[in-house]
């Protein structure tokens, strides 16, 4: 019975997302009338759709002419996802369920943009979270579905996820084409140019970006393997900011610089606007080198630099052994900037024409509380993904990845003493590398339509061996219009 509701409620939310495209093709058809559009040429973007470039009609519910100063499309992105029972010595609030459960999560965008010249645009995008994820999303520093919201108070409702003002400031007379998307229309791009974001977006639109491993949508859905787990990045609890991101781009090698606006608290709502107070500054360096022939490669390697009222490990087991706290309580400290500080890699390559592989390394001093993203000191990750074209399925794609996340000495006695981060904490800690591997399969069926099983499988969840492992299967349903 609890399948079949499960089931029930999916195909609720599937017709759901259907009516919202019914109103995006109202209000899209009588322009496609009236303009006549080159024929689009297929191609891959980045985010938020690395996956079918939302220019090709065969992979979209609706055309989007490339010839239009403007853009509207939408998406719906559903999951389903359980577990059974699993083995756990004890449990403690921030714990992850070893009690069977399943969760449906909900995901809905509205991407707008409008080009006023060639060189500048402005973008504006709403979105709607609905329904939740396993154990409210505690108890895992890789948690399963990147699409849940962490604080699940804040409700079912619409909320503004970008704001962006782009330009374009060109250094070169040679052009080159861009690939035209719902987060960047500007396709006559000059081949070195400086670009500049004003406004409200996430971190990860620019920095740590993978094509294999970056999207929720039509990759895989694990935190720490569409992301850098150790990258801290400035966000509030939904994972957007505001502030300035700044690009230099060349043929082969790219620059970029951000300054934005840090959270109150740890997995806050609430920014500080006061730049004296709190704010992060985010540097990387991208290169694409010729590895193979013919083939691509990008190498990405970032750092950070994050101002806030962050508390120290160190300070709180002190705090507790001096009986000045009944455990040990990270944010149990006068409001006092900090600073805390990481570096990443990130690295792709094409094998063949179908075949591509990639991986992440992370760190961060581990020092300061886990504040922005998720409680992760250190990471490990590779994978890889491959079309379906071997099996004649050219839009279908599978993908494998396995991470390693781990926290600091400081970090593992906080825990061990009965402390809790914003996402783990037990109670105890027998400590352990939380080590996850992730598959998927994303199946085109029709225009728009994708869907697919996902299975993940968690050891020493929260980084304690006294509990897991477990494995989490689940299916996903992709809607683009």
Known sequence: MKLKNTIVRAFLKAGLSLMCGSVLFMVMWVPKALAQASAPQPTESSKPSEAPTPQDPSLTMFEHPARWPFWISGQANIIYQTHGD???KYSGPNSFSNRYEW???????????????KRTELLFNLEETTGGGLSDALGLAGFTDLDVVRNPE?????YVARVEFHHIFPLSSQTTEGERGPLDILTDLPVRRVEVHVGKFSMVDFFDQNDIGSD???????????NNGAYDYAADTRGYTYGVEAEYQDRHWAFRFAETLMPKVANGIDLVWNLRKARAENFELELRPTLLKNRNTRVRVLSY?????????RDAINNFLAGKTPVPEITAHPSNTTIKYGFGANVQQDITASLRAFGRFGWNE????????????QTVEVGGDL????????NDKAGVAFVSNAISKVHQEYLALGGRGFLVGDGALNYGREQIVEAYYNAHFWKGIFAGPNVQHISNPGYN??????TVPGIRVHLEF
């Not at 969760?103 to 707008?112: D, F, G, K, R």
């Open 86 to 88: 699993f083995p756990a």
């Open 103 to 117: 969760a449906i999560s909900s995901l809905e965008t509205l991407y707008t943009a409008w080009a006023p010249t």
């Open 154 to 158: 804040l409700g079912p409702k619409p």
């Open 216 to 226: 929720s949508h039509y990759q895989f859905m694990n935190w720490t393997i569409d």
């Open 305 to 313: 630099v994050n101002h806030a009222n962050m508390g120290l490990y």
């Open 366 to 377: 581990g020092q300061h509380e886990s504040f922005a993203y998720t409680e992760v000191d």
């Open 387 to 394: 079309r379906g074209n071997a099996w004649n399925r050219k």
């Open 465 to 470: 061996r006294d509990r897991g492992p477990v």
